[in-house]
Nanobody, 126 residues
Framework: QAQLVESGGGLVQPGGSLTLSCAAS????????MGWFRQAPGKEREFVGT???????????DYADSVKGRFTIYRDNAKNTLYLQMTSLKPEDTAVYYC????????????????WGQGTQVTVSS
């Protein structure tokens, strides 16, 4: 069973930055497309960003309009780890953030992803 473990969440002030990590337990769960989603209290889970399989090197990730220009997804292939760098954070970014993996291409649809992490809480507040 694939295991994805997120870390890096916490409390940050508006305008601050935070980088989340998602470590895959096995290489095979890391090499496909991956994505970040988030769920705020009382709201449905929403798309944050997605990146293609590692052999799609050079194809940029895709982002939700709400985070475009502020969030960056990147990989460290030596560590089988996906990152979500978040800058200029806003209170509305407060949510539990999940990483997910699938064997197909990138997707903004959560039900397309088979493997999920447990989530990490991000709270943006002064």
């Amino acid at each position: 069973q694939a295991q994805l473990v997120e870390s890096g969440g916490g409390l940050v002030q508006p305008g601050g930055s935070l980088t989340l990590s998602c470590a895959a337990s096995e290489r095979s769960f890391y090499t496909g497309a991956m994505g970040w989603f988030r769920q705020a209290p009382g709201k449905e889970r929403e798309f944050v960003g997605t990146i293609g399989p590692i052999h799609w090197e050079g194809v940029p990730p895709d982002y939700a309009d709400s985070v475009k220009g502020r969030f960056t997804i990147y990989r460290d292939n030596a560590k089988n780890t996906l990152y979500l760098q978040m800058t200029s954070l806003k209170p509305e970014d407060t949510a539990v953030y999940y990483c997910a993996a699938r064997t197909g291409g990138p997707s903004a649809i959560d039900r397309d992803f088979r493997y999920w992490g447990q989530g990490t809480q991000v709270t943006v507040s002064s």
